[in-house]
């Protein structure tokens, strides 16, 4: 089985300052790890992903994620934040395994999601 | 940007109706997912086909039924609409190659009186 572990609802960070999203996965097997983010009324829109090539991975609007093997973490960062960054960001795992069996069509499993708030 | 659609991105409607809820993709991917999101809550995967006359139910059981007559068009059906059906509704597709990266639409909001 896989699970995704997003361990904060809600993350406030003042305008300029650096953004930590924290996501803690488990898996069974060899797992590809994403980051979605939903703006109001919109559609999840694909951040970045981390499929076992480099370990860090850089995404769309300055976003980057660090994929840590040893701790089964792959936390989302930001060095500076900017006003329309608030929205609800949600990491999702995926497996490859064929013997997988769960987590839905694809083996794909979201977190809960954090919701980021930017204050000017 | 990816190109899928979804149609109505509101709806509000009284119970007993029975409502369809659209969604195309004309990127040509094999792969299309429904998707139920409450409020505040996490994605829940209720439906997936991967192909034309392929339709599978997801993790959370759901009322709805959906069909896939053709490649590009995955639509969703609630025959008989009721309060506790009220979310949103993201549907999704895959490329049959790549690196499992779904792309979402818009999604609707759907109210049931």
């Known amino acids: 089985a896989q699970s995704v572990t997003q361990l904060d609802s809600h993350v406030s960070v003042s305008e300029g300052t650096p953004v930590l999203l924290r996501c803690n996965y488990s898996?069974?097997?060899?797992?590809?790890l994403f980051w979605y983010v939903q703006h109001p009324n919109k559609g999840l829109q694909l951040l970045l992903k981390?499929?076992?090539?480099?370990?860090l991975v850089k995404g769309i609007n300055g976003f980057e994620a660090e994929f840590k093997k040893s701790e089964t973490s792959f936390h989302l960062t930001k060095p500076s934040a900017h006003m329309s960054d608030a929205a609800e960001y949600f990491c999702?795992?995926?497996?490859?395994?064929?013997?997988?069996?769960?987590?839905?069509?694809?083996?794909?499993?979201f977190g809960k999601g954090t919701h980021l708030i930017i204050q000017p | 940007e990816a190109d899928i659609y979804q149609t109505p991105r509101y709806l509000v409607i009284g119970t007993g109706k029975k409502i369809t809820l659209e969604c195309s993709q004309t990127?040509?991917?094999?792969?299309m997912y429904w998707y139920q999101q409450d409020p505040g809550m996490e994605l829940h995967l209720i439906h997936y086909?991967?192909?034309?006359?392929?339709?599978e139910k997801g993790d959370l059981s759901s009322e709805s039924t959906v069909s896939r007559i053709r490649t590009e068009h995955f639509p969703l059906t609630l025959e008989s609409a009721r309060p506790s059906h009220t979310s949103q509704y993201l549907c999704?597709?895959?490329?049959?190659?790549?690196?499992?990266?779904?792309?979402f639409g818009p999604g609707t909001r759907l109210l049931v009186l």
């Open positions: 898996s069974s097997y060899s797992p590809s």
């Open positions: 999704a597709s895959r490329g049959r190659s790549g690196l499992e990266t779904q792309y």
């Open positions: 981390y499929t076992s090539a480099a370990t």
């Open positions: 086909s991967y192909g034309v006359n392929s339709t």
């Open positions: 990127m040509g991917h094999d792969k």
């Open positions: 999702v795992v995926s497996t490859k395994s064929l013997m997988y069996s769960g987590g839905g069509a694809d083996g794909l499993t």
